[in-house]
Nanobody, 116 residues
């Protein structure tokens, strides 16, 4: 059973920064992509950022230039550096790992709250 464990969430003022980390129980090279998704109250879960095993990245439009996703293959972690945070960034942030066969694994989530 694969486990993904997020950490790093919290309460921050608008304009501040947070760094989220996702630790995997097995090599992250076994996933085709890893990513971060978020879900605000009453809204659907949405992709924030993804990174492939080759290092290619994608970002949701509203976070481009503010968030950076990275991976550390030696530590089996995927990180999300979030700068210039806005109240609209508030939500539960979930780590995702997707295999070549499109099997998805999810972490339990970490809460990010940005106050205005």
């Amino acid at each position: 059973q694969v486990q993904l464990v997020e950490s790093g969430g919290g309460l921050v003022q608008a304009g501040g920064s947070l760094r989220l980390s996702c630790a995997a129980s097995r090599s992250i090279n076994s996933f085709y992509t890893m990513g971060w998704y978020r879900q605000a109250p009453g809204k659907q879960r949405e992709m924030v950022a993804t990174i492939t095993s080759a290092g290619a990245t994608t970002y949701e439009d509203s976070v481009k230039g503010r968030f950076t996703i990275s991976r550390d293959n030696t530590k089996n972690t995927v990180n999300l550096q979030m700068n210039s945070l806005k109240p609209d960034d508030t939500g539960g942030y979930y780590c995702n790992g997707r295999t070549v066969g499109f099997i998805n694994y999810w972490g339990q989530g970490t809460q990010v709250t940005v106050s205005s």
